[in-house]
């Protein structure tokens, strides 16, 4: 892996290009992020730079949190990351990461959370079809047979059924980043991202 700026996703707009087409991009404000932890292969088995993002009361964490945050001098944090990479050395504790470690141009990978659907059915869940709604019919939406009766005697695991839908880790990869303005710690990347407005997001250099 790489390294990488924890965000919030602000939301979707759309702005010009120097030809005049129109991009749809998503707005992230990604960062600052402080270098809270460094993790070192010969005592922690990996290299890997560990970030804070959004700093609240030291009070408002549990015991153990506290005692994490306290080298940083009385900072706390309310989202923590780690990041894998070689190219850790540069860094310390306390130091602060900003997006300009991005630039124009550069392609990214954006993890998140995506939108949660609560349960759904087997056609909005999976894309199944519906069966034929006339001729008195009783298939319209249900599942249907998921398994046989003497063998093997059970449902195989991962079989497509109704279920909580949404709401887990997706990634985009790819993405390009159409423009950066540092002074607002604003990141603009092409197209879509998982999660809705306010949600964390995870941006990630690709490996070059």
């Known amino acids: 892996m790489a390294l990488g700026l924890i965000g919030k996703k602000i939301g979707m707009t759309q702005i010009f290009s120097s030809d005049g087409e129109i991009v749809p991009v998503t707005v992230i404000e990604a960062g600052p992020c402080v270098v809270v932890q460094k993790k070192d292969r010969n005592r922690d088995g990996y290299s890997a730079l560990q970030l804070g993002y959004g700093q609240i009361k030291p009070e408002k964490l549990t015991k153990p949190l506290q005692g994490h945050f306290k080298k940083l001098g009385g900072k706390a944090f ?9 190219a850790h050395e540069g860094y310390q504790v306390g130091d602060q990461i ?12 954006v993890s998140g959370i995506s939108k949660g659907k609560g349960f759904a059915g087997n056609i909005k869940r999976w894309g199944f079809n519906r069966g034929p709604m006339s001729h008195g019919s009783k298939f ?7 398994g046989s009766s003497a063998w093997p005697s059970r449902v195989f695991k991962g079989k497509r059924m109704p279920g909580h ?13 159409v423009d950066l303005r540092a002074d607002e710690n604003i990141v603009l990347v092409r197209g879509a ?10 941006i990630l250099k690709n490996k070059g």
Do not use: W, Y
């Open 193 to 202: 991202v998982p999660g809705g407005k306010n949600s964390i997001v995870t």
């Open 78 to 86: 309310s989202v923590l990351k780690e990041f894998r990479t070689d």
């Open 140 to 146: 319209h939406r249900v599942v249907g047979s998921i």
């Open 98 to 109: 900003d997006v300009n470690i991005f630039s124009r141009g550069e392609r990214v990978s």
């Open 165 to 177: 839908l949404g709401a887990e880790k997706v990634t985009v990869k790819n993405l390009e980043i």
